[in-house]
């Protein structure tokens, strides 16, 4: 499965953006896709998932509310609708494909990694 998210951006507080993760490949190979982000001198921290064959999606705390996930499976695209953005959501944000094992908040166990892309909340 190969992966690629764009859409990244400057943003002022309380603004939205709308990222893309694009896919392509075996993605029957793929139960889980999740959004990571990972702000300069952090780790890289999980921002929310969808399961792949029911569409249910999850979130961390910090963006619940603001944050939603979407998969559109005519574009072959999932989406990250980000609205009431905030200065702390500043990061390079990855989409990733659950490997299966462990704990799906773990970004160690996601691979095919997509080119991150930045997003920047400053006024």
């Known amino acids: 499965v190969q992966l690629q998210a764009s859409g990244g951006g400057l943003v002022e507080p309380g603004g939205s953006l709308r990222l893309s993760c694009g896919y392509s490949?075996?993605?029957?190979?793929?139960?889980?896709l999740g959004w990571f982000r990972q702000a300069p001198g952090k780790e890289r921290e999980y921002v929310g998932a969808?399961?792949?064959?029911?569409?249910?999606?999850e979130y961390r705390d910090s963006v619940k509310g603001r944050f939603s996930i979407s998969r559109d499976g005519v574009k072959d695209t999932v989406y990250l609708q980000m609205n009431q953005l905030k200065p702390e959501d500043t990061a390079v944000y990855f989409c990733?494909?659950?490997?299966?094992?462990?704990?799906?908040?773990?970004?160690?166990?996601?691979?095919?990694w997509g080119q991150g892309t930045q997003v920047t909340v400053s006024s």
């Open positions: 990733g494909v659950f490997r299966g094992h462990g704990s799906y908040y773990s970004g160690d166990n996601y691979g095919n």
């Open positions: 969808i399961a792949w064959s029911t569409g249910v999606t």
């Open positions: 490949g075996r993605t029957s190979a793929i139960s889980v």
